[in-house]
């Protein structure tokens, strides 16, 4: 499945269908609209669909539900901080791959803000869904010969298909923002301030002023957050202020100059308003940037320097830390299918073959940011079977989710022993992956 059809189901609705009830699992509910919007958007994506899809959409609907009714049983929670987190992380990878803000925008025909409120009740169910798998399947491990036994126990139709992938290492040039655009930005927020200590209103401000897409619709409110979900300088500023009249001075983080107000304390959690305004590149900067990654070019070409080398020496992107080696956001590995890379690096590595390097091109990193990058072809990585000398940690991966598989499944027949399941008659002859969800 594609990063952006793991964004979809959430954002559409099946059209000229009779809704109904299709599946309680303890206190939680199921409807056919669910199921619908799922296999619609499955079909439209091409992916395969068969007579029993349906069921297999709604077994999984009913372990997510067994799992979220688990985790509300044992008070687990999240916070919105880490909901808006993980909602940003992965809005920032359908944007990636889409190519900006407002193509996602004109995708959905809504929002970002409302992308984000269909999405959100959601993402909150899956992470606490997610905190009970967890504990259920612990710290498993694979032996290397349990990976071994288990490759070799795969039918040779099983045996997974490796996908495309490249690996890429990168040279960023971030254009320096100069002092002036700087102290601009804080004046301007200065001035924000004060005409909120003089009676205007942070939320108006921030709806009007800040450029936080997350907050800003929300009157700039982050919700409860904890020290620890916030950066350094964000989080030292923001929990000194002791009353909801306060507004803070001028704070810089690596996302730009912010204002902050409290808006509530509850324990060693508080929530906050902040305005968030960011300097502008300027062209003259962007040019400056363009140039020097020219003159690394060049270097490049003129092989006195290795591409590591240069990466510790020229670039400032966060990649930097890796030896410029990019990855991929959502799976936290290097592997970069096609679905991942914006258009602007894909255009780049186009032509190239493994070991060489880009001209610079413009791009932007994943704060929004302008920026020249130069990108290398590590690995170029053609669709093929899966097998134990090039893929062994793929297939690692593959025995390990079947061992928890294995554990997940006595857990779901344990579970529904003591849980009111009840799935509708039309779905009574389904063939689940788990013989157990209709009680005899």
Same mark, same amino acid.
């Given at each position: 499945?594609?990063?952006?059809?793991?964004?979809?189901?959430?954002?559409?609705?099946?059209?000229?269908?009779?809704?109904?009830?299709?599946? =309680?699992?303890?206190? &939680?509910?199921?409807?056919?609209?669910?199921?619908?919007?799922?296999?619609?958007?499955?079909?439209?994506?091409?992916?395969?669909?068969?007579?029993?899809?349906?069921? &297999?959409?709604?077994?999984?609907?009913?372990?997510?539900?067994?799992?979220? *009714?688990?985790?509300?049983?044992?008070?687990?929670?999240?916070?919105?901080?880490?909901?808006?987190?993980?909602?940003?992380?992965?809005?920032?990878?359908?944007?990636?791959?889409?190519?900006? @803000?407002?193509?996602?925008?004109?995708?959905?025909?809504?929002?970002? !803000? /409302?992308?984000?409120?269909?999405?959100?009740?959601?993402?909150?169910?899956?992470?606490?869904?997610?905190?009970?798998?967890?504990?259920?399947?612990?710290?498993?491990?694979?032996?290397? #010969? %349990?990976?071994?036994?288990?490759?070799?126990?795969?039918?040779?139709?099983?045996?997974?298909?490796?996908?495309?992938?490249?690996?890429?290492?990168?040279?960023?040039?971030?254009?320096?923002?100069?002092?002036?655009?700087? %102290?601009?930005? =804080?004046?301007?927020?200065?001035?924000?301030?004060?005409?909120?200590?003089?009676?205007?209103?942070? /939320?108006?401000?921030?709806?009007?002023?800040?450029?936080?897409?997350?907050?800003?619709?929300?009157?700039?409110?982050?919700?409860?957050?904890?020290?620890?979900?916030?950066?350094?300088?964000?989080?030292?500023?923001?929990?000194?202020?002791?009353?909801?009249?306060?507004?803070?001075? *001028?704070?810089?983080? &690596?996302?730009?100059?912010?204002? =902050?107000?409290?808006? &509530?304390?509850?324990?060693?959690?508080?929530?906050?308003?902040?305005?968030?305004? !960011?300097?502008?590149?300027?062209? @003259?900067?962007?040019?400056?940037?363009?140039?020097?990654?020219?003159?690394?070019?060049?270097?490049?070409? /003129?092989?006195?320097? /290795?591409?590591?080398?240069?990466?510790?020496?020229?670039?400032?992107?966060?990649?930097?830390?890796?030896?410029? !080696?990019?990855?991929?956001?959502?799976?936290?590995?290097?592997?970069?299918?096609?679905?991942?890379?914006?258009?602007?690096?894909?255009?780049?590595?186009? #032509?190239?073959?493994?070991? %060489?390097?880009?001209?610079?091109?413009?791009?932007?990193?994943?704060?929004?940011?302008?920026?020249?990058?130069?990108?290398?072809?590590?690995?170029?990585?053609?669709?093929?079977?899966?097998?134990?000398?090039?893929?062994?940690?793929?297939?690692?991966?593959?025995?390990? %989710?079947?061992?928890?598989?294995?554990?997940?499944?006595?857990?779901?027949?344990?579970?529904?022993?003591?849980?009111?399941?009840?799935?509708?008659?039309?779905? !009574?002859?389904?063939?689940?992956?788990?013989?157990?969800?209709?009680?005899?």
């Amino acid at each position: 499945m594609t990063a952006i059809a793991l964004l979809i189901g959430a954002s559409t609705q099946a059209q000229g269908i009779i809704d109904k009830i299709v599946g =309680i699992v303890g206190n &939680e509910i199921i409807m056919m609209s669910d199921i619908e919007n799922q296999y619609i958007q499955m079909a439209s994506q091409q992916m395969d669909v068969n007579a029993n899809t349906r069921c &297999e959409i709604l077994e999984d609907m009913m372990f997510q539900k067994l799992l979220y *009714v688990q985790a509300q049983k044992d008070s687990l929670s999240v916070t919105p901080k880490e909901v808006e987190t993980e909602l940003d992380r992965r809005l920032s990878v359908f944007i990636n791959q889409i190519g900006s @803000e407002q193509k996602l925008e004109e995708y959905f025909g809504k929002t970002i !803000k /409302s992308i984000k409120d269909d999405l959100r009740s959601t993402i909150e169910e899956q992470m606490l869904a997610q905190k009970v798998q967890q504990k259920i399947i612990g710290d498993t491990k694979v032996t290397p #010969s %349990e990976v071994k036994k288990f490759y070799e126990s795969l039918p040779a139709d099983s045996i997974p298909t490796i996908e495309a992938y490249y690996e890429l290492s990168e040279i960023v040039i971030k254009p320096e923002v100069s002092k002036e655009d700087k %102290e601009k930005v =804080i004046a301007e927020l200065n001035k924000i301030r004060e005409r909120i200590l003089n009676g205007e209103s942070f /939320s108006t401000m921030a709806v009007l002023y800040s450029e936080d897409p997350g907050s800003a619709m929300k009157g700039g409110e982050l919700g409860f957050v904890s020290k620890t979900d916030l950066v350094p300088e964000f989080s030292q500023v923001a929990f000194n202020l002791t009353s909801p009249l306060d507004v803070s001075q *001028v704070v810089e983080t &690596e996302y730009g100059f912010h204002i =902050i107000q409290m808006i &509530e304390k509850k324990g060693n959690m508080m929530n906050f308003r902040h305005i968030l305004m !960011k300097p502008k590149v300027s062209m @003259e900067a962007l040019e400056a940037a363009d140039k020097k990654a020219n003159e690394v070019y060049s270097i490049l070409k /003129s092989d006195t320097i /290795s591409f590591i080398d240069a990466v510790k020496k020229y670039s400032n992107g966060d990649s930097k830390g890796s030896d410029g !080696k990019v990855m991929n956001p959502y799976y936290g590995d290097s592997r970069m299918t096609s679905d991942f890379l914006d258009p602007y690096t894909k255009s780049a590595i186009m #032509s190239l073959k493994e070991g %060489e390097f880009s001209k610079p091109f413009l791009s932007s990193d994943n704060k929004g940011i302008r920026v020249i990058k130069i990108v290398r072809l590590d690995l170029d990585v053609k669709e093929h079977k899966a097998n134990m000398k090039d893929d062994y940690l793929t297939l690692q991966r593959a025995a390990l %989710e079947d061992k928890n598989s294995r554990l997940i499944d006595e857990w779901v027949k344990d579970k529904v022993q003591s849980v009111y399941i009840k799935i509708d008659d039309e779905y !009574k002859d389904c063939k689940f992956n788990v013989d157990c969800w209709i009680k005899k």
